[in-house]
């Protein structure tokens, strides 16, 4: 029996009296001191690097790299081929990551059982979002949330990048795209509706399309985290529309001010262009043509499924984004 299979299971079993009772079977020859080895092992390879890894659980890369050094003496076998650019895998140390990772995951869920015990949430949430959506909607919510658990801290990451969730450390990431062939969950929180817009100095300018056949001879604010295709319905008609340009941008916020500046048409959440529209800065197109909505969904790495501060914040969410939607049904 080689090494990896040393560390034979680590059960956690919840029993109906809240009790946790853990069963662990360990082979005595393995110290606690080799078991934390193991999960920076299994650190390094989630996080990419060993400075990633570092940081994430916040040693040093030197006692990072001491563990790696003993664990591979200890075993008397070399788990990794290090480069000053990459570290790679060998086959003895793919084996040995996935029974090391399975450790680090049931420590991690041993934790989030625990706080499920506590009678009021508390610890950290770390969160990311699109900016504009992000200063709009959801840190308003996060306002009102952090009223009702102030125990509950928030770090909140505003950025228009995809965040690489599991690297980063993120409990929570809320997103307006549906969710990639991954290994994270996700939950829908909200279903936005769009609208066509411009700038009343750009329809004086260029004139009011009438028909979905007149937008693709219209310039357009390009944002460039959707596909550039615009897709109209009416009764039983379905159009799609190419979309061209002078300005693109990658940040929603940009795409509105430069529509509001009369640079173009633009497709624009109505959150955003409900106030605009009542300043008179923006005037829909189309308005009886319905467009695809934005569905929005919160992701999370599937060992924070048990979080009740995560479940709590992912609740919150649905139920103000529910009340805003609403509000902005009955005035719009």
């Given at each position: 029996?080689?090494?990896?299979?040393?560390?034979?299971?680590?059960?956690?079993?919840?029993?109906?009296?809240?009790?946790i009772?853990?069963?662990?079977?360990?082979?005595?020859?393995?110290?606690?001191?080799?078991?934390?080895?193991?999960?920076?092992?299994?650190?390094?390879?989630?996080?990419?690097?060993?400075?990633?890894?570092?940081?994430?659980?916040?040693?040093?890369?030197?006692?990072?790299?001491?563990?790696?050094?003993?664990?591979?003496?200890?075993?008397?076998?070399?788990?990794?081929?290090?480069?000053?650019?990459?570290?790679?895998?060998?086959?003895?140390?793919?084996?040995?990551?996935?029974?090391?990772?399975?450790?680090?995951?049931?420590?991690s869920?041993?934790?989030?059982?625990?706080?499920?015990?506590?009678?009021?949430?508390?610890?950290?949430?770390?969160?990311?979002?699109?900016?504009?959506?992000?200063?709009?909607?959801?840190?308003?919510?996060?306002?009102?949330?952090k009223?009702?658990?102030?125990?509950?801290?928030l770090?909140?990451?505003l950025?228009?990048?995809?965040?690489?969730?599991?690297?980063?450390?993120?409990?929570?990431?809320?997103?307006?795209?549906?969710?990639?062939?991954?290994?994270?969950?996700?939950?829908?929180?909200?279903?936005?509706k769009?609208?066509?817009?411009?700038?009343?100095?750009?329809?004086?300018?260029?004139?009011?399309?009438?028909?979905?056949?007149?937008?693709?001879?219209?310039?357009?604010?390009?944002?460039?985290?959707?596909?550039?295709?615009?897709?109209?319905?009416?009764?039983?008609?379905?159009?799609?529309?190419?979309?061209?340009?002078?300005?693109?941008?990658?940040?929603?916020?940009?795409?509105?001010?430069?529509?509001?500046?009369?640079?173009?048409?633009?497709?624009?959440?109505?959150?955003?262009?409900?106030?605009?529209?009542?300043?008179?800065?923006l005037?829909?197109?189309?308005?009886?043509?319905?467009?695809?909505?934005?569905?929005?969904?919160?992701?999370?790495?599937?060992?924070?499924?048990?979080?009740k501060?995560?479940?709590?914040?992912?609740?919150?969410?649905?139920?103000?984004?529910?009340?805003?939607?609403?509000?902005?049904?009955?005035?719009?």
């Amino acid at each position: 029996m080689n090494n990896a299979d040393k560390l034979d299971f680590i059960v956690i079993k919840i029993d109906t009296i809240g009790t946790i009772e853990f069963i662990i079977r360990v082979f005595m020859d393995i110290s606690f001191e080799q078991l934390k080895s193991m999960v920076v092992f299994a650190q390094v390879i989630e996080q990419g690097s060993l400075s990633a890894a570092a940081k994430h659980i916040g040693l040093s890369r030197a006692v990072v790299s001491y563990h790696l050094k003993k664990l591979e003496a200890q075993l008397e076998v070399k788990l990794l081929n290090r480069s000053t650019r990459s570290i790679n895998l060998t086959e003895a140390g793919q084996a040995y990551f996935e029974r090391c990772q399975i450790i680090a995951e049931q420590a991690s869920a041993a934790n989030l059982q625990i706080e499920n015990f506590k009678n009021e949430p508390i610890g950290l949430l770390k969160i990311t979002c699109p900016v504009n959506v992000g200063l709009q909607t959801v840190v308003p919510a996060l306002n009102e949330f952090k009223k009702i658990y102030p125990k509950i801290s928030l770090d909140v990451m505003l950025t228009d990048e995809v965040v690489n969730i599991m690297k980063e450390g993120i409990d929570l990431a809320i997103r307006g795209a549906p969710l990639p062939d991954s290994g994270l969950q996700a939950s829908k929180l909200a279903t936005l509706k769009t609208c066509l817009c411009a700038a009343p100095d750009y329809i004086r300018q260029y004139g009011y399309p009438k028909k979905p056949s007149d937008l693709s001879k219209h310039e357009w604010v390009i944002y460039k985290l959707t596909s550039g295709v615009v897709s109209l319905t009416k009764g039983n008609q379905s159009f799609s529309i190419s979309t061209k340009g002078s300005i693109s941008t990658n940040n929603a916020a940009a795409r509105t001010a430069f529509v509001e500046a009369g640079h173009g048409l633009g497709r624009i959440p109505l959150y955003d262009a409900l106030p605009k529209i009542k300043a008179g800065t923006l005037i829909k197109v189309l308005d009886d043509y319905a467009l695809s909505d934005i569905n929005v969904f919160g992701v999370f790495p599937p060992g924070t499924a048990s979080s009740k501060k995560l479940r709590l914040l992912l609740n919150f969410l649905k139920e103000y984004f529910t009340s805003q939607i609403n509000l902005q049904n009955r005035s719009n």
